[in-house]
């Protein structure tokens, strides 16, 4: 199994800025990519960003000039920055991967942890 943990979330000012964390552990081949979705109340779970193993990264388009995805391949980790936080920030973070388990069988599964709530108040 894979599991992903998320840290680092928390209250923040507007204007502030929180960088989220994920490792994932357990037993796996690769991980292929892992990104970052959040979900505010009463609204449907959107992408954040995302990054692959080899580096390539998308993101929303309202978010990409406040925050910046990045990865540690080595600690099956990825990270996410925010920047210049804002009330509409205010959801819960979840992460999010596609995994490889074994190398028999090359078709990814996904996995998503339990969250991260980031509130932002003014």
């Known amino acids: 199994q894979v599991q992903l943990v998320e840290s680092g979330g928390g209250s923040v000012q507007v204007g502030g800025s929180l960088r989220l964390s994920c490792a994932a552990s357990g037993n796996f081949f690769a991980i292929n990519a892992m990104g970052w979705y959040r979900q505010a109340p009463g609204e449907e779970r959107e992408l954040v960003a995302a990054?692959?193993?080899?580096?390539?990264?998308k993101f929303a388009d309202s978010l990409k000039d406040r925050f910046t995805i990045s990865s540690d391949n080595a600690k099956n980790t990825v990270y996410l920055q925010m920047t210049s936080l804002k009330p509409e920030d205010t959801a819960v973070y979840f992460c999010?991967?596609?995994?490889?388990?074994?190398?028999?069988?090359?078709?990814?599964?996904?996995?998503w942890g339990k969250g991260t709530l980031v509130t932002v108040s003014s």
């Open positions: 990054i692959t193993s080899g580096g390539s990264t």
């Open positions: 999010q991967a596609y995994v490889t388990i074994t190398h028999t069988n090359l078709v990814p599964a996904e996995y």
